[in-house]
């Protein structure tokens, strides 16, 4: 084999890998409606314009379920309720969120709830850019919700089930809302070669008459 067939083997076996390596990746499947499914089951999947991408979870087990609501332009949420009631321990997940295009995540809540008989108490906290914590207390419930001070387009979270006493907590839920982004200010372009040529002819028209009168 000549050296120079051996070059153009290795050119197109390079372009090739170039090619496989510049693919855009495959867009997330939608996130499974109606009804839930099991934790593990899920990595990343979009709802109504959102991306939801679960990065890793621990205390939580793979059969826990998790579900998602009806898709709406302006609010993603999803909930996860437990295999069996969660009675102890801390449990975490790591996800991220990333608003629809044009949108900008504005607000994020955190909630638990339990139905049992036996009065279940335990603390949710969602921490992202800001953190926003539910407390249930004897089976009653309060939400924690944060406005985000400056609208942010994806965010990063850690969410912790902690504080589990009683007879447990059967599920959590975390909602985000998003506000419109604001419009881009449009860039002005550089002035038009024969328009500065024109402007440049101009100023030393002036300059010269005004060498004249002096």
């Known amino acids: 084999m000549s050296n120079r067939f051996k070059l153009g083997v290795a050119l197109l076996a390079a372009a090739g890998t170039f090619t496989v390596a510049g693919a855009a990746p495959a ?11 099991p934790l593990s089951s899920i990595s990343s999947c979009t709802q109504g314009g959102f991306t939801f991408t679960l990065t890793g979870f621990s205390g939580f087990i793979g059969n826990d ?10 609010q993603f949420t999803f909930s996860l309720q437990g295999d069996s009631a969660w009675t102890s321990g801390t449990k975490t997940l790591n996800y991220s969120v990333t608003a629809p295009s044009g949108k ?12 049992l008989i036996t009065p279940g108490n335990g603390t949710f906290t969602v921490a992202g850019t800001n953190t926003a914590t539910g407390v249930m207390t004897n089976n009653n419930t309060v ?23 009683g007879g447990g907590v059967q599920a959590i839920q975390s909602a985000y809302g998003v506000v419109d982004a604001p419009p881009t200010p449009a860039v002005p372009g550089p002035l038009p070669i024969f328009g500065a040529a024109a402007a440049f002819g101009f100023s030393r028209k002036v300059r010269n008459r005004i060498k004249t009168a002096a």
Do not use: E, K, R
């Not at 867009?27 to 499914?37: E, K």
């Not at 607000?107 to 139905?115: E, F, G, I, K, R």
């Not at 939400?143 to 006493?165: E, H, K, R």
């Open 27 to 37: 867009n997330a499947a939608a996130c499974p409606q109606p009804g839930s499914f």
């Open 65 to 74: 379920d998790i579900s998602f609501s009806n898709p709406t332009p302006t």
């Open 104 to 115: 900008l995540l504005s607000v994020h809540t955190a909630s638990l709830s339990s139905a």
């Open 143 to 165: 939400a924690g919700m944060v406005n985000y001070p400056v609208n942010l387009a994806s965010d990063t979270f850690t969410a912790t089930l902690s504080g589990i006493s």
